[in-house]
């Protein structure tokens, strides 16, 4: 508001607006880019046969359509040095070496426990 100069009011009117005319855009199917930030679009989902986990049943998902939001590549990296100090991933290296120049012995399997039948006494 102070960067624009405009009053609180006028703020709220124009973002309120943006918004509007954003939705209107993408609920007609048109997608709404916007560079430097992403791009938002509504994408057709086809009908599919998933699986319910708890009971093991096939279960059919009807056809849908779904919102999508893309972040431009700008806005990707710019979270992304907030986040983790503009690291990138980093490669796999070779096994370090402990202290002392041995290798770090692997880590031991807990035993598991057995759950055999009770005795009867």
């Known amino acids: 508001m102070e960067r624009l100069e405009l009053k609180r009011?006028?703020?709220v009117a124009l973002v309120d607006g943006l918004f509007e005319d954003i939705q209107d855009a993408v609920v007609s199917g048109d997608p709404v880019k916007i560079p430097g930030f992403?791009?938002?679009k509504v994408r057709d989902r086809a009908a599919r046969m998933a699986r319910n986990p708890a009971t093991?049943?096939?279960v059919r998902v009807p056809a849908k359509?779904?919102?999508k939001f893309l972040p431009a590549k700008a806005l990707k990296e710019a979270v992304m040095s907030k986040r983790g100090g503009g690291r990138k991933a980093a490669k796999k290296s070779p096994a370090?070496?402990?202290a002392g120049g041995r290798k770090a012995a692997p880590a031991r399997k807990a035993a598991a426990k057995k759950g055999g039948a009770?005795?009867?006494r």
């Open 38 to 40: 992403g791009q938002f």
């Open 56 to 58: 093991g049943e096939q």
């Open 65 to 67: 359509r779904v919102f």
């Open 96 to 98: 370090r070496k402990a």
């Open 9 to 11: 009011a006028e703020a």
């Open 118 to 120: 009770r005795r009867k």
